[in-house]
């Protein structure tokens, strides 16, 4: 909630606002979550949009790590979305600085929307999309957890909250993502793609 309130103050047209944070399990594989309702009726995402939904899912993770010291399987799905998502910034759409305005899938198989087939081949260029893809992941755990760690008063208040009510929404979840800072950390990474040193 904390990254999500941050990335929308951010780019306050680009991403939607955290609406409800839970405890209580809504599945088998999820035990709690954050909701922010989807923002995907436009056919462009901005580079910048990107990176903020990198951040957004690591922050289960980052959560975890930053308040226990102990991760666990909680945000499988997340970091499932997560890549898929850097890996089209880096093999799909053509925005990664290294490897340019070009499709790595269509460039290797000759054909477009393939997957990951051309993964397979190997090589320098296979080599060059996976260090971009976990960079960008790195990156995006490591602002995360630096965005946490800022807002340390509100990720405090969250978690006993949640503890008490295991749910919150509306007003009083608004009220208490009124005080989330934007570290710079965030900001340079969402603005300018710079992924701070471990």
């Known amino acids: 909630a904390i990254i999500g309130t941050a990335v929308s103050n951010l780019l306050p047209n680009l991403a939607s606002e955290v609406e409800k944070l839970s405890i209580v399990p809504r599945s088998s594989g999820a035990l709690g979550f954050t909701y922010i309702p989807p923002n995907d009726d436009r056919a ?10 990198l951040a957004m899912l690591m922050g289960g993770r980052a959560a975890e790590d ?5 991760v666990t399987t909680g945000a499988m799905d997340d ?22 305005p070009l499709s ?16 397979e081949q190997g090589g320098a260029l296979s080599e060059l999309v996976d260090r971009e893809v976990k960079q960008l992941l790195d ?54 793609g710079e992924i701070p040193a471990a």
């Open 44 to 53: 462009l995402m901005f580079e910048t949009e990107l990176r903020g939904r």
């Open 66 to 70: 930053v308040e226990g010291g102990v």
């Open 79 to 100: 970091i499932r979305r997560a890549t898929d998502i850097a890996y089209k910034i880096v093999a799909e759409w053509g925005l990664s600085p290294s490897i340019g």
């Open 104 to 119: 790595v899938a269509t460039l290797a198989t000759g054909a477009d929307d393939s997957g990951y087939a051309w993964r």
């Open 139 to 192: 990156g995006a755990l490591l602002v995360a957890k630096d965005a946490l760690r800022e807002n340390s008063k509100v990720f405090m208040d969250l978690a006993v909250t949640l503890d008490e009510q295991e749910k919150l929404q509306g007003k009083p979840l608004e009220e208490k993502l009124t005080h989330v800072r934007i570290p710079s950390k965030l900001k340079n990474f969402i603005e300018k």
